[in-house]
């Protein structure tokens, strides 16, 4: 008799703004853009629903029917109290209401004619989650798993149940739900486990209990946690806890913003509202000026589009940062002692060994401060007290999914919920259908449309004159009008397949001269890189091999010898065309990156140097792929080291224009052009970007006349 294997085990960190996967083996769950962190986001758009990464975009253009901060609505039954928390928010929101049944629900435009609908929190948490599980699926071959979801610790049953009842939507179906703390406390012990002493000798004697204990601080985005964990060789135990759920780096960001909108009306004569688009751009503005302000005593923003054309320039010290904080700071102290005060039976605020710090609010210096405060005066304070031995992004997510032996009973449910659960299922699995067909619908379009472009510019290109111009460009003309054309917005999956093979097989046929002598060049392109992968495998292995489960703690020059030689192997092959080869040794370096620990603050600067390099350089590889989404995913993580990095825009420009997201590009050959004027990629790329959108511009005028002729 053959048992069935243990379940895979995810672990989720369901974050306001952020969520994260992991797996029980310690590896992140990266999804779709490559990236290891997705929005909290649903949205819909005309027949569209776009979840997690595909909504972000959609949280500026379309915020009235964009969900963003789920985990704030769950278990929230009361309309009022949904209504305080989206108060917290800035910019326009969506709309929420009762309903017949007396179910608060969030109202938005969704279907072929934008009629209103009605979508409960269950049922948006759960698309969330079925986003998440479609990226934990991607790495199981039909075997079964569980998830384990990390919550706030001061959830209670309401906001648990709801939590269980979206994991079922999303087809989740075993399901444990534990509180953040627990989960951080898992993994700091599963990651620096307590050694168990050596006793010497023949006689056995009970050896007392080796213990270390520990604060864990985790600032978040809306949320303040503080836990006292005791660790020992057997496990660890958290003795005590304090959280708020009204303190979180955004607090933070809206006493800059409350500074800022004062000191615009006052200077500038511009009224700002919190509640609307200029207010989500001075909000946003802040935020930059917060993280800014982690690493530097100064700094200002520019706030583009306050007021109609006009940017603004704020400027703020980070003293002055902390004097508008004051009470957020006294806040963060009293968090701190209230959790040593209610662990004292066990622990003494002096056998602290270390305060570790998650969350993006934590890096914040005078929050750093605050908690060494919490410490009584005679007992050493400083920030050696500080430590910093998890990973603020992933930390939850590994914790929860090295939680897997907890599992928690599944909610009672009446029979009258129980059709409802069915009904949300049904629907849930209704709408992945369609999204799945308008996703295909789309990408045929797109490739239409990228296949056009690119047989325009093949003209200048390599073998151009064998192209038969006059025979060509009418049916590239005729291909564009019918991209804008009524029928091309409303056809079906088998319609678009079906032009896209019509268009393609009447350029072939006219231009059949020009697609042979490319093949002949691909065919002889294929059998060198095969000859110069096998060389650069022959190499590697002659040099010991691939070392990608490499677990051991290695001082910083021996880690970084190991992230500068994948980074000049992925070099070499680079410039020998094997882009795809390249990528995954630039991966590598990033991998061995981010196994660096107990850095200073200029060790830290130069790892953050050399992976703004190795993103840029996997942007470019996944360029040269045509891999654009992956590209743009490289060029975001490396824009969120240097915002000011003119090669990671220019590369996201160019990726969006390949994508046709030719308003994306603009903005970001805006930026690029600001801060580097005379940069000559950046302006040709502006030209060519600015031609697209003209022609884009006169053919949807075109479309638009003969609909109203």
Same mark, same amino acid.
């Given at each position: ?48 629903? +776009? ?49 017949? %049944? ?128 005791? +660790? ?30 004062? &000191? ?87 056998? =602290? ?29 400083? @920030?050696?007290? =500080? ?24 909610? %009672? ?28 619908? %789309? ?34 003309? @005729? ?39 490319? &093949? ?17 495998? %022959? ?61 200073? &603050? ?15 350089? +996997? ?21 969120? +080291? ?68």
């Amino acid at each position: 008799m053959t048992t069935a294997p243990p379940p895979r085990v995810f672990g989720v960190d369901f974050g306001a703004q952020r969520c994260v996967v992991a797996e029980s083996t310690g590896d992140v769950v990266l999804n779709e853009l490559g990236a290891m962190t997705t929005a909290t986001l649903v949205s819909f758009k005309g027949e569209e629903r +776009l979840v997690g990464e595909a909504a972000v975009l959609s949280s500026s253009t379309n915020p009235r029917n964009t969900v963003s901060c789920l985990s704030g609505l769950v278990g929230k039954r009361q309309l009022a109290k949904v209504q305080q928390e989206l108060e917290r928010l800035p910019g326009h929101q969506v709309t929420f209401e009762v309903d017949e %049944a007396g179910r608060v629900v969030a109202t938005v435009d969704y279907g072929k004619d934008g009629s209103k609908t009605q979508f409960s929190v269950e049922q948006l948490t759960g698309m969330l989650f079925a986003n998440l599980a479609t990226q934990m699926k991607k790495r199981l071959q039909d075997e079964p798993f569980h998830v384990t979801v990390a919550v706030p610790s001061v959830w209670g049953e309401e906001e648990k149940r709801t939590v269980q009842v979206a994991a079922k939507i999303a087809g989740i179906q075993s399901l444990a739900v534990i509180s953040r703390d627990a989960a951080l406390a898992r993994c700091f012990h599963c990651k620096h486990p307590v050694e168990t002493p050596v006793v010497e000798g023949d006689i056995a004697e009970e050896a007392p209990e080796t213990a270390r204990f520990i604060v864990i601080v985790d600032m978040g985005y809306t949320n303040t946690s503080v836990s006292v964990v005791k +660790l020992t060789p057997k496990g660890e135990t958290v003795l005590a806890t304090e959280a708020d759920l009204q303190l979180g780096a955004e607090t933070l960001d809206r006493r800059l913003f409350e500074h800022f909108q004062k &000191e615009v009306q006052e200077k500038h004569q511009i009224s700002v509202s919190y509640h609307s688009k200029e207010g989500k751009r001075l909000f946003h503005a802040c935020e930059k000026l917060k993280k800014l302000l982690s690493t530097i005593g100064d700094a200002s923003v520019t706030v583009e589009n306050l007021a109609p054309e006009k940017d603004i320039a704020i400027s703020i010290s980070r003293t002055v940062f902390e004097e508008l904080c004051a009470a957020e700071r006294a806040r963060v102290t009293k968090m701190v002692q209230c959790a040593l005060e209610k662990a004292k039976e066990t622990v003494a605020s002096a056998e =602290i060994a270390s305060v570790e710090i998650v969350g993006g609010g934590t890096r914040i210096p005078f929050v750093q401060n605050a908690i060494i405060e919490a410490f009584p005066s005679e007992q050493h304070r400083d @920030s050696a007290l =500080i430590g910093r031995m998890m990973d603020s992004t992933t930390a939850i997510a590994l914790g929860a999914a090295f939680t897997s032996e907890v599992v928690n009973a599944a909610p %009672a449910v009446s029979n009258e919920d129980a059709a409802e659960l069915e009904r949300y299922i049904a629907l849930e699995q209704e709408f992945q259908a369609r999204d799945t067909e308008l996703a295909a619908i %789309a990408h045929e379009r797109n490739a239409i449309e990228a296949f056009v472009y690119e047989m325009r510019s093949k003209s200048s290109a390599k073998h151009g004159d064998k192209l038969d111009n006059s025979k060509l460009n009418p049916l590239l003309d @005729s291909a564009e009008d019918w991209i804008y054309s009524e029928e091309a917005e409303t056809a079906t999956l088998d319609v678009v397949r079906a032009k896209h093979q019509e268009i393609e097989a009447g350029v072939r046929a006219v231009c059949e001269a020009y697609f042979s002598a490319v &093949e002949a060049d691909e065919r002889a392109l294929e059998q060198q890189l095969e000859l110069e992968s096998q060389k650069a495998e %022959a190499e590697r292995q002659a040099a010991g091999g691939d070392d990608d489960h490499d677990t051991r703690k290695l001082k910083k020059p021996e880690r970084m010898r190991m992230v500068t030689k994948n980074k000049e192997e992925g070099n070499e092959l680079f410039r020998d065309g094997n882009h795809k080869h390249a990528a995954a040794r630039y991966v590598k370096a990033l991998t061995h990156a981010s196994k660096f620990f107990d850095l200073t &603050e200029a060790d830290q600067a130069e790892v953050n140097a050399i992976k703004l390099s190795l993103y840029l350089n +996997l942007a470019q590889c996944y360029l040269k792929m045509e891999n654009y989404t992956r590209a743009v995913s490289n060029c975001q993580e490396a824009l969120a +080291l240097d915002p000011k990095s003119v090669k990671a825009l220019y590369r996201r420009a160019v990726a969006y224009e390949k994508e046709n997201k030719l308003d994306l590009a603009a903005d970001d050959i805006k930026q690029a052009l600001n801060l580097a004027p005379q940069d000559r990629a950046v302006v040709k790329l502006d030209e060519r970007v600015k031609l697209r959108l003209r022609r884009q511009l006169d053919k949807e005028k075109k479309m638009w006349g003969k609909a109203f002729a």
